[in-house]
C-alpha cells in the first residue's frame, strides 16, 4: 500500500464527512489520534469540541438552533484505563461498555450497524488504541451498508500490531459528497504522521474544506509513560 499524503487526501475532497486518523509519530514515541467532524446543514454545523474527563463530546455551539441532537451529540472520544476509544457516535459508549464487560472491540460493536439516516446510512467508524508497557497497538472498524442497501450490514476491522514510526491510518465515512452520500470503501488510507502536535493539528485543520469543517480534537501520547497532550480546534468559537 502507498503511503498517501494526508494533506492532499483532505484538500481534495470537499466532503470526507467524519473522520479518524491513528498512528505513531516519527520519532516513534507517541501513539497519535485524530477526529474530525464536518457538516453540510445547519444542524450538523451548529457544534463544538469539548472536554469530558480524559475524552471529549459535542455540544451545541447555538442550543436555540438545535434542531434534532440524536446523530450529532455523543462522545467521540472516551478513555477506558490504557484504552482510547475513538467514534464517529454514540458506539463510543457501546465500546466502552463492551470492553469494561471484557469482550473484544469487535465485540462490543457486534450490537450496533450503520446509522439509521436513510438514504446516506452514514457508516459507523471506530478506532481502539491500546498502551500497554511500554508497547502501543490500535484497531479501526466500519459498520456500512451493502452498497447502500439498508437491510444489510457489512462489518470491517482493521488490526494494527505493530505500528511503524512515522505511519498512521484514516479512515472517513464518505467517499466524497453526493446526494445519497456514497461510503467510504476499502482499507483505511496510509498517510504520514509526524513528530509535533501542532504541526499535525495544522495540517488537517489547513486542509479541510471551509465551508463544511466544523471541529477537530487530535491527542499525541507518550507510549512510555501514558502522559498526553490535546489539542480541540473549534470553527464556531
Not at 438514504?119 to 466500519?142: D, Q, V
Request: with cysteine; aromatic share 10%; glycine share 8%.
Amino acid at each position: 500500500m502507498n503511503m498517501l499524503d494526508l494533506s492532499k487526501e483532505l484538500k481534495e475532497n470537499a466532503y470526507p464527512g467524519r473522520g479518524i486518523v491513528i498512528g505513531r509519530s516519527a520519532d516513534g514515541t507517541k501513539a497519535v489520534a485524530a477526529y474530525f467532524i464536518m457538516g453540510r446543514s445547519e444542524n450538523s454545523r451548529n457544534r463544538v469540541f469539548v472536554e469530558e474527563g480524559e475524552g471529549i463530546r459535542t455540544q451545541a455551539f447555538d442550543e436555540a438552533k438545535l434542531s434534532d441532537p440524536s446523530l450529532i451529540i455523543y462522545a467521540p472520544v472516551r478513555v477506558l484505563g490504557n484504552k482510547t476509544i475513538v467514534t464517529n457516535g454514540d458506539q463510543s459508549d457501546t465500546i466502552y461498555e463492551g470492553m469494561d464487560r471484557q469482550l473484544t472491540f469487535e465485540q462490543s460493536l457486534r450490537s450496533r450497524e450503520f446509522e439509521p439516516d436513510a438514504p446516506n446510512y452514514t457508516p459507523r467508524i471506530s478506532g481502539i488504541m491500546h498502551l500497554e508497557n511500554g508497547k502501543f497497538h490500535y484497531a479501526m472498524s466500519i459498520l456500512k451498508s451493502n452498497n447502500g442497501n439498508g437491510d444489510a450490514c457489512n462489518r470491517y476491522t482493521f488490526a494494527y500490531e505493530t505500528p511503524v514510526a512515522g505511519e498512521g491510518h484514516f479512515i472517513h465515512t464518505y467517499m466524497h459528497d453526493g446526494n445519497p452520500l456514497p461510503s467510504f470503501e476499502g482499507e483505511p488510507k496510509l498517510v504520514g504522521i509526524p513528530d509535533a502536535i501542532d504541526e499535525f493539528t495544522a495540517l488537517l485543520w489547513e486542509n479541510l474544506n471551509e465551508e463544511n469543517k466544523v471541529s477537530l480534537f487530535v491527542r499525541f501520547m507518550d507510549i512510555e509513560s501514558g502522559a498526553y497532550e490535546t489539542r480541540i480546534v473549534n470553527k464556531n468559537q
